[in-house]
């Protein structure tokens, strides 16, 4: 069984960065793509970013240029930089990995952006 845990959310300002990241534990010997996803109140949970195996990467177009993700295959983890947060950023941010063929998601982090 695999479990992810997500870190790094919280209460910043607009304009302000974040850095969430999420770690895999448990028995890996495959891992494919890892997203983030996010769901603010009222609406449905909605792609933010996605990184591949191989480290090419696709964006939500309300935060590209803004976000950025990676990976560390050794440590089975993703991160999600977010720089000049907005308002509208304002959601629970859950992490999404593909390892030995199932698909894992993380309990969600909460992500608040307001002055």
């Known amino acids: 069984q695999v479990q992810l845990v997500e870190s790094g959310g919280g209460l910043v300002q607009p304009g302000g960065s974040l850095r969430l990241s999420c770690a895999a534990s448990?028995?890996?010997?495959?891992?494919?793509?890892m997203d983030w996803y996010r769901q603010a109140p009222g609406k449905q949970r909605e792609l933010v970013a996605a990184?591949?195996?191989?480290?090419?990467?696709t964006y939500a177009a309300s935060v590209k240029g803004r976000f950025t993700i990676s990976r560390d295959n050794a440590k089975h983890t993703v991160y999600l930089q977010m720089n000049s947060l907005k308002p509208e950023d304002t959601a629970v941010y859950y992490c999404?990995?593909?390892?030995?063929?199932?698909?894992?998601w993380g309990q969600g982090t909460q992500v608040t952006v307001s002055s």
């Open positions: 999404n990995a593909d390892f030995n063929g199932w698909s894992y």
């Open positions: 990184i591949s195996s191989g480290g090419s990467t």
């Open positions: 448990g028995s890996i010997f495959r891992t494919d793509t």
